[in-house]
């Protein structure tokens, strides 16, 4: 997988970059710049997350998979198609009793 660190044009297909590890989380950078880092998460089945905050504002866009994102105490069905955004520091965890691969967006906040 190639990372880009320059403002380049990057085309690619997310579907041919989702791999699973029998455990735990497989995550790939596939652009980053000055304000914005976009990394495509595989989360394996059974996989959580702990409650954790973020400096920066989050987006969240599910591919495939299901699992469960808590924010800010509300419970969140993940399911291919939604997009949620997250405010900087705002507390969320994930829960992934499926597989679940998702495109996470982080960019400064306004």
Do not use: W
């Not at 987006?59 to 949620?84: C, K, N, Y």
């Amino acid at each position: 997988m190639t990372t880009s660190t320059a403002p380049t044009s990057l085309i690619t297909q997310l579907s041919d970059k989702i791999e699973y590890a029998e455990t735990g989380i497989l995550s790939k950078v596939l652009l980053k710049t000055s304000s914005c880092q976009y990394t495509l998460f595989c989360l394996a089945a059974g996989t959580d997350i702990a409650e954790h905050t973020s400096t920066r504002d989050a987006v969240v866009q599910v591919i495939e998979g299901q699992g469960t994102l808590t924010l800010d105490g509300q419970e969140i069905s993940l399911h291919p198609g939604v997009f949620v955004f997250m405010p900087a520091n705002a507390p969320h965890a994930l829960t992934a009793p499926a597989n679940l691969a998702f495109l996470l967006t982080l960019s400064d906040s306004v």
